[in-house]
T-cell receptor, first 110, second 112 residues
Framework: SQKIEQNSEALNIQEGKTATLTCNYT??????LQWYRQDPGRGPVFLLL?????KEKRKERLKVTFDTTLKQSLFHITASQPADSATYLC?????????FGAGTTVTVRA | DSGVTQTPKHLITATGQRVTLRCSPR?????VYWYQQSLDQGLQFLIQ???????AKGNILERFSAQQFPDLHSELNLSSLELGDSALYFC???????????FGPGTRLLVL
């Protein structure tokens, strides 16, 4: 069956450190993968999209990698700040649909 | 602010009732998506419309239906409501299929 797994439910890190989140998938062949940020009680906000032929994408302090052989994407937040505290969701495209992982909640301590 | 609006923000109703959730997409977006988010299920895709036509369907219950109108706004109808339908319902829009989706603020439904 198809499955999207994000490495852990929660990640606590010190301000200034790098947070690394993992998204693994099985039985999908996505043309692209997206990462979203969601704050409590609010809608997800798009952060980055990476296509199957791209290895890495960056946007300010965010970096995403996509390894279609390992069926894995890594999401990095460098020089983390308390304002980065949120839940981060990965999403895979397939058959005109987006399927989301359960999310990883990141808490950045000052 | 994503530019996607959803009404109402909150809805409290009883089991067996019927409700309608409304979504207005961003200006110029032709695609509308509906999602359900509950604590135990995460964010689940329900249905997608593109320029008035149904484009893709997820695990949407038969008690649920949706449509997209000529002015591109969309409505999600939930009927014979059950306690388990209590969730956040999000609408998202994009310029077209396979483009970045922009999510609305959601409608929080509580079925008592």
């Amino acid at each position: 069956s198809q499955k999207i797994e994000q490495n852990s439910e929660a990640l606590n890190i010190q301000e200034g450190k790098t947070a690394t989140l993992t998204c693994n998938y099985t039985n999908y062949s996505p043309a692209y993968l997206q990462w979203y940020r969601q704050d409590p009680g609010r809608g997800p906000v798009f952060l980055l999209l990476i296509r199957e032929n791209e290895k890495e994408k960056r946007k300010e302090r965010l970096k995403v990698t996509f390894d279609t052989t390992l069926k894995q994407s890594l999401f990095h937040i460098t020089a983390s700040q308390p304002a980065d505290s949120a839940t981060y969701l990965c999403a895979l495209e397939h058959d005109y649909k987006l399927s989301f992982g359960a999310g990883t909640t990141v808490t950045v301590r000052a | 602010d994503s530019g996607v609006t959803q009404t109402p923000k909150h809805l409290i109703t009883a089991t067996g009732q019927r409700v309608t959730l409304r979504c207005s997409p961003r200006s110029g977006d032709l695609s509308v998506y509906w999602y359900q988010q509950s604590l135990d299920q995460g964010l689940q895709f329900l249905i997608q419309y593109y320029n008035g036509e149904e484009r893709a369907k997820g695990n949407i219950l038969e008690r649920f239906s949706a449509q997209q109108f000529p002015d591109l706004h969309s409505e999600l109808n939930l009927s014979s409501l059950e306690l388990g339908d209590s969730a956040l319902y999000f609408c998202a829009s994009s310029t077209g299929p396979e483009e970045t989706q922009y999510f609305g603020p959601g409608t929080r439904l509580l079925v008592l």
